[in-house]
């Protein structure tokens, strides 16, 4: 089950994420690319870190 999640969101982001890294690239040009890619990893960061503490409180609970 997990496994199966886990490839249809990567399906599903390299769906939507390339094309739109691909304008936002032919629009603004190639630096804009990676900042914006920074952005999207430090909110994945954000969101991994939550859950982590999340969890970390029910195992301690």
């Not at 900042?35 to 939550?50: D, E, H, K």
Request: charge should be positive; aromatic fraction near 6%; glycine fraction near 12%.
């Amino acid at each position: 089950m997990a496994m199966g999640l886990y490839t249809a969101f990567l399906d599903v982001a390299m769906a939507i994420g390339s094309p739109a890294l691909g304008w936002v690239g032919g629009r603004v040009g190639l630096r804009a690319v990676f900042m914006v890619s920074a952005l999207i990893v430090a909110c994945t960061a954000g969101v991994a870190v939550q859950l982590l503490r999340k969890r970390n409180d029910r195992v301690a609970a």
